[in-house]
């Protein structure tokens, strides 16, 4: 009882708050007016675009069998260290990054490994989980259309440094369970990639200055790629946490409560990760005091500067993992 879901109408394109109650149950927009509708002229070109949404996301990718094996693997509490090194070397690209960050600077120890045992050992579990999030999530953001050249690698690299950060984080907050963090902050921003997809390739129509514009494109992706990313996650069936943190991460003061310290670590972490160069421009949400403020009392706008100088470091070999793909 009163627990809210998010749900994406595919008929209206809205998005709405579900609320059970004892009464019934209660339908309001995800978001105050103005509402998307209202946003969307009738005959325009975003109104093709959305009506060709659902047909990319049925046509993206699936994600790679062994990174789902080894998500799963994880998540079974007899699983060892034996047991993934097993199951990662049936993958040659997860092989070569869970040992190339095992033996990046940040992890290693005197000696560089070639062992998966070992390196699964090094790295530990969530690290694991991490380097198979990014090998399953890579796929989305390769397109071979030119138009993607100067915006697919900025999507990517900030959604790693994103997800990074969040955990960095999440780890100096209370109160916020940390194996869904890295996955929540990853896809955050996923109706990007999934929109340029229907502008370009789906949408049948003349896109005019979407095509020609970047400045237009990026600003278009900013207003938009929330709708987009609810859709996915959606499709995908992700826990609620990570539709919520999805969708409210441009507006985190408009989430409900029960998930407004979600939306405001990945809005925090995205604001970050723009201001130290991982992102495409457009929007950039520079009052990251506030939201230190508004994400935890226990952090103070003192603490910003010291997780960005010491991010650093430790987003670097996940950076490299993101580049190498």
């Not at 010491?310 to 987003?315: K, N």
Request: with cysteine; hydrophobic share 45%.
């Amino acid at each position: 009882m009163g627990a809210a879901q998010l749900f994406s109408c595919r008929s209206c394109q809205e998005a709405f708050l579900v609320t059970h109650l004892r009464a019934g149950v209660a339908v309001e927009p995800a978001l105050p007016p103005p509402l998307l509708s209202s946003r969307i002229a009738p005959g325009s070109v975003m109104e093709g675009v959305f009506a060709s949404l659902d047909l990319s996301i049925e046509q993206l990718p699936t994600i790679p069998v062994v990174p789902q094996r080894v998500l799963s693997a994880i998540h079974d509490p007899l699983t060892t260290s034996e047991d993934l090194a097993r199951i990662i070397n049936e993958d040659a690209t997860l092989s070569l990054r869970v040992l190339k960050l095992a033996n990046s600077v940040f992890f290693s120890g005197r000696q560089s490994i070639s062992d998966m045992k070992i390196a699964c050992a090094r790295l530990g579990m969530r690290n694991i989980a991490n380097i198979a999030n990014v090998v399953a999530q890579a796929h989305l953001y390769r397109r071979a259309n030119p138009i993607f050249s100067d915006i697919m690698p900025g999507l990517w690299s900030h959604a790693v440094a994103t997800a990074r950060l969040a955990e960095i984080l999440a780890a100096s907050a209370k109160g916020l369970p940390s194996k869904t963090i890295f996955l929540m902050a990853l896809v955050h921003d996923i109706g990007k990639p999934v929109l340029l997809d229907a502008i370009v390739h789906r949408y049948q129509g003349r896109a005019g200055r979407l095509k020609e514009d970047p400045d237009l494109l990026v600003r278009i992706l900013e207003e938009f790629s929330p709708y987009a990313g609810l859709r996915v996650t959606q499709h995908w069936n992700m826990p609620q946490e990570i539709r919520f943190a999805t969708f409210y991460s441009q507006a985190p003061g408009a989430a409900p409560v029960i998930y407004r310290r979600y939306a405001l670590l990945i809005a925090l972490a995205s604001g970050i990760a723009d201001i130290s160069g991982h992102g495409i421009g457009g929007k950039i949400n520079t009052n990251l005091d506030q939201l230190v403020v508004d994400f935890a009392s226990e952090l103070t706008p003192g603490d910003l500067d010291r997780v960005m100088t010491e991010a650093g470091p430790q987003i670097a070999p996940y950076l490299e993992l993101a580049d190498a793909m």
